[in-house]
Each structure stands twice: as C-alpha cells, then as structure tokens.
C-alpha cells in the first residue's frame, strides 16, 4: 500500500508492480492493521489433472482471442480508452460529474489520440496475449498509462481535455496508492459543491491546475484532502446535494454514464460491491460497447445483468481476466454493426422472446443443457486443469452462488433493498431533453432483476433459491 493507505483513504488500493486491485479500498483495510505489504514465495508448480488438454485449449483460446476484433484488435491497439468513441456516439461518456453523456472535445482523450501521441509499447499481465495496457512516454522515460475509467473520469467528467495531465495524475494516484475511479468521482463532485455554493471547496469544473496538490492532501490528509479522502457519500451526508453524489453503496460511479445504457444502470444499482461497471454486470457491452441491444430499453436488460453477473463472478473466481469473456460477442456484430444481421441480431436480443428464454436457460443445469459455450472455453479449462466435470451451466451457477453468497454478507451487514438505488440525477433527470427515455427506469428494472434472481422485495434471496444454489447458510448469516 502507499500513503493513502497509510492514511486509511477511504479509496486507498493495493498494488502489485503495474497492476492494481482499485476498488473497495482495501488499501485502507491492510494500513488500518499496520500491514504494508504482502509477500508471496514458493517454487511448486500447480498440479494440472489434464496437461495436454490444457495446453491444447490455451492454444485454441490464444488463437480465438488474437483473432476476436474487441479482444484481438481494439483493446491491443487502442488500450480500453479505444472505447472513449463509442461512448460519445451512445451518450454514455460520463460527463460534468454526469450532468451529459457526451463531451465535445472527447477526441483529444480518445485510445487513438493516447496511441498516436504518447504510446510507446503495450504492456499487460504476464502470459496474456490481449495486453491492454500501455506503456507511455513522460520526460523521455516509459511509465504505466492510463486506462478508460481514468480517462474518462479526469477529462469530461471534470470538464478536461489536456490527456498529458492525465497521464500524470495516473501516475501519481498509484505512487499514492488510491483508486483513480473514487478520487475522481470525489473531486467532481466537490467541483459541483463549490459550483452551486454548497461547499466552497475552490475546485472548479475544467481548472486543473491544483489538481497534483490536491491528490497529495488525499493521500496525506491535509486541508480539504481529509475530506476528500472520506469519499463521495459522506461529502454529501455533510454538505448535501446527494441526488448529484455519484455514489453507490458507498462507491463512486465509474465513467459509464448509464442514462444511454440502462442495463449498466441497473447493474450499478444491485451491485453487491457498490458503483463498479464490473460487478454490476457490465452491461454495456451490449448496451453500445460491442453490440447495440437497445440501450435505453428495459427488455432482456434484467435477464442480460444477471447472466453478465454470474458468468463474470465465475471468470473472477477462476482467477480469468473478465476481458476474456468478450469473445463471446460474435465478430461481425463488432466489425459490422449497422450490417442487416447485425441490426437484426440487436433487435432480437431485446425482445420478450430472448428474455423468455434467457429466463429458462438460467434455470437449467449440465444435465439439461449439457454443452460449452462457443467462445467462452473457460469452462472446459477449468475441467481441463481441475479434473472436475464443468459444462457452461455449472460455470454460471458457480458464478450465481458467489453473487448470492456476497448478497447474504451485505444483508448481515445490514444493506436493504433502498441501498440497490441510483443518485436522483440518474432517474429523475434526463440526460438529453430531447429524448424522453433518457434516464434510467430503475423501479421497473429492480423489480424484474430481484424476480429472476430468486429474491424477495427486499433484496434478500429467498431460501428454496438458496436450496437450490446448495447454500444452506441462510440462518446463519442473517
Ligand atoms: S489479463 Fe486482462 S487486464 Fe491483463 S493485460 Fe490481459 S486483457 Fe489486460
């Protein structure tokens, strides 16, 4: 952990060389109990129960991977601020701490702006062949680049174009040890404070000048810093404003401004961790990123969220980047969208038939549908490695149990069906006065979503659901 950590910043992270666990501040937990840092050592291999097998899938999966225009092209080439476009395009640029979906200069922040002007090399994980990070040029040395939610939240959501500044401001927040998405969403927020006189905490929408400074009092809590540090929530439990505090359990929103995706709204909205795009399902990626399902339209987007859910939770589990997962997406709906079959394919999918049976799908098991998912050969690694006999439904019921079981710890803890919200801005307001369903209806969303899940009003699964995930804890935990 580094100094923010230190400090206990409610949105301190953890990192690991380049790579960082952003989300939830589990740095302030470790600095909370004077541990700096953890280290790992051994020399044994895993034992694989099928070696051959799982050599011959990897080469397969590289190879799918490599070929796939989202994993294989866009994210290689452009890093994920290659989405910075298609953002713009769907109204889903978090913009002016979400006051707009869309950002004029939005080109002078873009993937392909970062890899014209500063991109040096690309650098990821160890093995993967996706590499979406980037390597960028700062005063003639390579330092670790920054990806689309830092992107996003530090340029249009604070009303900044200058990339360059952004590039710094990453580099910083990770020698301070604090998660790029919340000590954005806290600035924009303070900047809209001191805009409407509810807080002068002297930030302003696009100046940027104290911005280092200010990221030095976080982590050091100094001055306005303490406060900062405190994350969004209670800046508006002290100050007000709390239909603009762009918060969700407790987490500041990532940079999906979901009044042009519904879907990611309502992902937000149920997310056991809070305002994350990963938890919450991720969505968007049929909602404008990869695909274009109707993203102001409420059908299929419960039954998508929760498909998205479960499959995610369990790629997490097997310790598999979630950027694997988009290789399900078809490519010629990602090279061709506006072809024939592509609009078809988009319209199709929100339509009651595919809720229908997305609804029974999530019902089976191996026995029923006993198959793997093209494109999605996690599950028959996960046979391969681990000897045990794993097809795509028990892949997603792997991932449902996980979800349930996190849903469970947050009721123990007390969280209720009124913490499963948006900020007011979100479905009160619209996005665009010109068109009317842009904002997110969240009431009929939630309904739907606590249905399918096997939940009852209040969020909490019910117990022939939790029969039916093997989870006998019920009792025990609430
Ligand atoms: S494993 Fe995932 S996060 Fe890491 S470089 Fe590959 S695609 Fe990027």
Same mark, same amino acid.
């Given at each position: 952990?580094?100094?923010?950590?230190?400090?206990?910043?409610?949105?301190?992270?953890?990192?690991?060389?380049?790579?960082?666990?952003?989300?939830?501040?589990?740095?302030?937990?470790?600095?909370?109990?004077?541990?700096?840092?953890?280290?790992?050592?051994?020399?044994?291999?895993?034992?694989?129960?099928?070696?051959?097998?799982?050599?011959?899938?990897?080469?397969?999966?590289?190879?799918?991977?490599? &070929?796939?225009?989202?994993?294989?092209?866009?994210?290689?080439?452009?890093?994920?601020?290659?989405?910075?476009?298609?953002?713009?395009?769907?109204?889903?640029?978090?913009?002016?701490?979400?006051?707009?979906?869309?950002?004029?200069?939005?080109?002078?922040?873009?993937?392909?702006?970062?890899?014209?002007?500063?991109?040096?090399?690309?650098?990821?994980?160890?093995?993967?062949?996706?590499?979406?990070?980037? !390597?960028?040029?700062?005063?003639? &040395?390579?330092?670790?680049?920054?990806?689309?939610?830092?992107? +996003?939240?530090?340029?249009?959501?604070?009303?900044?174009?200058?990339?360059?500044?952004?590039?710094?401001?990453?580099?910083?927040?990770?020698?301070?040890?604090?998660?790029?998405?919340?000590?954005?969403?806290?600035?924009?927020?303070?900047?809209?404070? *001191?805009? &409407?006189?509810?807080?002068?905490?002297?930030?302003?929408?696009?100046?940027?000048? !104290?911005?280092?400074?200010?990221?030095?009092?976080?982590?050091?809590?100094?001055?306005?810093?303490?406060?900062?540090?405190?994350?969004?929530?209670?800046?508006? !439990?002290?100050?007000?404003?709390?239909?603009?505090?762009?918060?969700?359990?407790?987490?500041?929103?990532?940079?999906?401004?979901?009044?042009?995706?519904?879907?990611? +709204?309502?992902?937000?909205?149920?997310? *056991?961790?809070?305002?994350?795009?990963?938890?919450?399902?991720?969505?968007?990626?049929?909602?404008?990123?990869?695909?274009?399902?109707?993203?102001?339209?409420?059908?299929?987007?419960?039954?998508?969220?929760?498909?998205? %859910?479960?499959?995610?939770?369990?790629?997490?589990?097997?310790?598999?980047?979630?950027?694997?997962?988009?290789?399900?997406?078809?490519?010629?709906?990602?090279?061709?969208?506006?072809?024939?079959?592509?609009?078809?394919?988009?319209?199709?999918?929100?339509?009651?038939?595919?809720?229908?049976?997305?609804?029974?799908?999530?019902?089976?098991?191996? &026995?029923?549908?006993?198959?793997?998912?093209?494109?999605?050969?996690?599950? %028959?690694?996960?046979?391969?490695?681990?000897?045990?006999?794993?097809?795509?439904?028990?892949?997603?019921?792997?991932?449902?149990?996980?979800?349930?079981?996190?849903?469970?710890?947050?009721?123990?803890?007390?969280?209720?069906?009124?913490?499963?919200?948006?900020?007011?801005?979100?479905?009160?307001?619209?996005?665009?006065?010109?068109?009317?369903?842009?904002?997110?209806?969240?009431?009929?969303?939630?309904?739907?979503?606590?249905?399918?899940?096997?939940?009852? !009003?209040?969020?909490?699964?019910?117990?022939?659901?939790?029969?039916?995930?093997?989870?006998?804890?019920?009792?025990?935990?609430?």
């Amino acid at each position: 952990i580094g100094p923010a950590g230190e400090h206990r910043v409610k949105y301190a992270n953890l990192t690991s060389g380049e790579r960082v666990a952003g989300r939830g501040g589990t740095g302030a937990v470790l600095g909370d109990k004077n541990v700096k840092a953890i280290v790992a050592r051994g020399n044994r291999k895993p034992d694989i129960a099928n070696p051959e097998k799982t050599k011959q899938l990897t080469k397969n999966w590289v190879a799918a991977l490599r &070929k796939h225009p989202f994993c294989g092209e866009r994210l290689p080439k452009y890093g994920t601020a290659g989405l910075v476009r298609s953002m713009q395009k769907g109204h889903t640029l978090a913009t002016k701490n979400f006051a707009a979906g869309q950002y004029d200069n939005y080109e002078a922040i873009s993937g392909e702006t970062l890899s014209a002007k500063y991109l040096i090399k690309n650098k990821g994980c160890m093995t993967c062949p996706i590499q979406c990070g980037r !390597q960028v040029g700062r005063s003639g &040395k390579a330092i670790k680049g920054p990806e689309l939610e830092t992107i +996003g939240l530090w340029g249009p959501n604070l009303l900044n174009s200058d990339l360059q500044a952004i590039i710094e401001w990453n580099y910083q927040m990770d020698e301070l040890g604090m998660d790029t998405i919340s000590a954005a969403g806290c600035v924009a927020f303070a900047m809209e404070l *001191n805009e &409407k006189g509810l807080w002068q905490s002297g930030l302003e929408f696009g100046v940027t000048d !104290q911005i280092p400074q200010v990221l030095h009092d976080i982590a050091y809590r100094r001055g306005i810093g303490d406060e900062l540090a405190e994350g969004t929530r209670y800046l508006s !439990q002290k100050y007000g404003g709390s239909e603009f505090a762009m918060q969700v359990k407790g987490m500041e929103l990532s940079a999906y401004e979901p009044r042009g995706a519904v879907g990611q +709204g309502l992902g937000y909205a149920v997310s *056991n961790r809070g305002g994350d795009h990963l938890n919450a399902g991720y969505t968007m990626i049929y909602e404008g990123l990869a695909m274009n399902v109707k993203p102001r339209k409420v059908q299929a987007k419960a039954e998508l969220t929760v498909l998205n %859910q479960n499959i995610m939770e369990a790629a997490s589990a097997a310790g598999s980047c979630l950027f694997t997962l988009y290789a399900f997406v078809p490519g010629f709906l990602i090279k061709k969208p506006h072809s024939v079959i592509s609009r078809v394919v988009n319209a199709v999918m929100a339509s009651s038939l595919v809720a229908a049976t997305l609804r029974l799908v999530m019902k089976a098991n191996d &026995k029923v549908l006993p198959i793997h998912m093209p494109g999605l050969p996690h599950s %028959q690694l996960i046979s391969a490695v681990t000897g045990m006999r794993v097809k795509f439904m028990t892949l997603c019921q792997i991932g449902e149990r996980g979800y349930n079981l996190e849903r469970l710890y947050n009721v123990k803890r007390g969280l209720t069906a009124a913490d499963d919200r948006l900020p007011g801005r979100l479905v009160n307001e619209l996005e665009d006065p010109q068109l009317p369903d842009s904002k997110v209806p969240l009431a009929i969303l939630k309904r739907k979503y606590y249905r399918i899940r096997g939940w009852d !009003q209040s969020g909490v699964p019910l117990a022939k659901t939790l029969r039916r995930l093997g989870l006998v804890l019920r009792d025990f935990l609430i």
